[in-house]
T-cell receptor, first 118, second 111 residues
Framework: GAVVSQHPSWVICKSGTSVKIECRSL??????MFWYRQFPKQSLMLMAT?????????EQGVEKDKFLINHASLTLSTLTVTSAHPEDSSFYIC????FGSGSWNEQFFGPGTRLTVL | SQQGEEDPQALSIQEGENATMNCSYK?????LQWYRQNSGRGLVHLIL?????REKHSGRLRVTLDTSKKSSSLLITASRAADTASYFC???????????FGTGTRLQVTL
């Protein structure tokens, strides 16, 4: 199946700093990627839909100025958490569809990035 | 919130037993999928069932879907310790659309 990677796998930062998380589709092109956030022992909540070459679509309640998403190429989307605070500590996961595989309904997920803000 | 509900929240069984977890959702769907997540890891796709299907099998997995009740169940037969993980259902409303995840079931399989 298609492979999605994330970098870094974990990051610790000080409050007030910005953190960038990369999501890459390794063997396919992804015009659309999704960013999720998951708090401990909870489910995944969709934050935004990242569209290559255009602005991201954010879910209700997600601050677009705090969570900057850039989908600069067909294989890379980045999520930048600006001025991070301890409440932003979470597990961030990206996903993408591989239309080239003929499977239009299966999202392939990255391994996730654990962010801890001190 | 449009998030689906899953029950039980947690399930502990012994190796060899069957595990059943249920998912209920709120809106009409196109597909329902089940994913597994090992602790602190990404999601692994298990099985997809379309809205016009009622049952689907894959190895030790059996999924049912009842669109009239807006519910689905996942049965894992002859469970193994390696099945220990969290299981999530997820629904979509169209091809390549965003997923809405259920609250998840944490399965513990003991030897």
């Amino acid at each position: 199946g298609a492979v999605v990677s994330q970098h870094p796998s974990w990051v610790i930062c000080k409050s007030g700093t910005s953190v960038k998380i990369e999501c890459r589709s390794l063997d396919f092109q992804a015009t659309t990627m999704f960013w999720y956030r998951q708090f401990p022992k909870q489910s995944l909540m969709l934050m935004a839909t990242s569209n290559e070459g255009s602005k991201a679509t954010y879910e209700q309640g997600v601050e677009k100025d705090k969570f900057l998403i850039n989908h600069a190429s067909l294989t890379l989307s980045t999520l930048t958490v600006t001025s991070a605070h301890p409440e932003d500590s979470s597990f961030y996961i990206c996903s993408a569809y591989d239309f080239g595989s003929g499977s239009w309904n299966e999202q392939f997920f990255g391994p996730g990035t654990r962010l801890t803000v001190l | 919130s449009q998030q689906g509900e899953e029950d039980p929240q947690a399930l502990s069984i012994q190796e060899g037993e069957n595990a059943t977890m249920n998912c209920s959702y709120k809106t009409s769907i196109n597909n329902l999928q089940w994913y597994r997540q090992n602790s602190g890891r990404g999601l692994v796709h298990l099985i997809l069932i379309r809205s016009n299907e009622r049952e689907k099998h894959s190895g030790r997995l059996r999924v049912t879907l009842d669109t009239s009740k807006k519910s689905s169940s996942l049965l894992i037969t002859a469970s193994r310790a390696a099945d220990t993980a969290s299981y999530f259902c997820a629904t979509d409303t169209g091809t390549a659309s965003k997923l809405t995840f259920g609250t998840g079931t944490r399965l513990q399989v003991t030897l």
